[in-house]
């Protein structure tokens, strides 16, 4: 079975902090991808990685950069904390692009 | 552009009520669908994936199905354990990576 693990399940940070998220995904698969999901949203795409070194701006990347320099693993970096990205984050990783995503149990941040 | 849209938003049953939950999509091909249950504060697990039009899968009590337009989950006398939202979503098309995801369907089983 695929495991996607994000090093934590809830994080408080204060405004202006610089937060880091970690993802790690032990199937040797090349995508990764970062979303947050909000009430009455739905899943919006951060950044995704296709590879090593490798990434894309999403739907939403202001605010957030990420770092791939492993495969196994994909960070998601908030430059200075705000309000209102007080989320529920998710990483997920894929095998070939036709397959599906597979998530972690995802990090909710409150940011205060 | 791909599109997802499921229905309804939000789902109450009573346990042992069987009722589908429906996912439409508009896609320049179909390349497969996906299912997904997602529960309060974890992230979405992969249930199934659906690739062309007549298959079906199950597992437990769901059972999920494929049309040219549409997907359809199916659950048979439902439990309160089955009480989760279910998200739907199609493979990346035309060069892209990103799969496109409907917003879910909320289902309630009450006892």
């Known amino acids: 079975d695929v495991k996607v693990t994000q090093s934590s399940r809830y994080l408080v940070k204060r405004t202006g902090e610089k937060v880091f998220l970690e993802c790690v995904q032990d199937?040797?698969?090349?995508?990764m991808f970062w979303y947050r999901q909000d009430p009455g949203l739905g899943l919006r795409l951060i950044y995704f990685?296709?590879?090593?070194?490798?990434?894309e701006k999403g739907d939403i990347p202001e605010g957030y950069s990420v770092s791939r320099e492993k495969k196994e693993r994909f960070s998601l970096i908030l430059e200075s904390a705000s309000t209102n990205q007080t989320s529920m984050y998710l990483c997920?990783?894929?095998?070939?692009?036709?397959?599906?995503?597979?998530f972690g149990n995802g990090t909710r941040l409150t940011v205060t | 552009e791909d599109q997802v849209t499921q229905s309804p938003e939000a789902l109450r049953l009573q346990e042992g009520e069987s009722s589908s939950l429906n996912c439409s999509y508009t896609?320049?091909?179909?390349?497969?669908l996906f299912w997904y249950r997602q529960d309060p504060g974890k992230g979405p697990e992969f249930l199934f994936t659906?690739?062309?039009a007549g298959e079906e899968k199950e597992k437990e009590r769901l059972k999920a199905t494929l049309t040219k337009k549409e997907s359809f989950l199916h659950i048979t006398a439902p439990k309160p354990e089955d009480s989760a939202t279910y998200l739907c979503?199609?493979?990346?098309?035309?060069?892209?990576?990103?799969?496109?995801f409907g917003r879910g369907t909320s289902l309630i089983v009450h006892p």
């Open positions: 997920a990783s894929r095998g070939r692009t036709n397959s599906p995503l597979h």
């Open positions: 199937m040797d698969h090349e995508n």
């Open positions: 990685s296709y590879d090593v070194k490798m990434k």
């Open positions: 896609v320049s091909g179909l390349r497969g």
């Open positions: 659906l690739y062309s």
């Open positions: 979503a199609v493979p990346p098309s035309g060069g892209s990576y990103i799969p496109t």
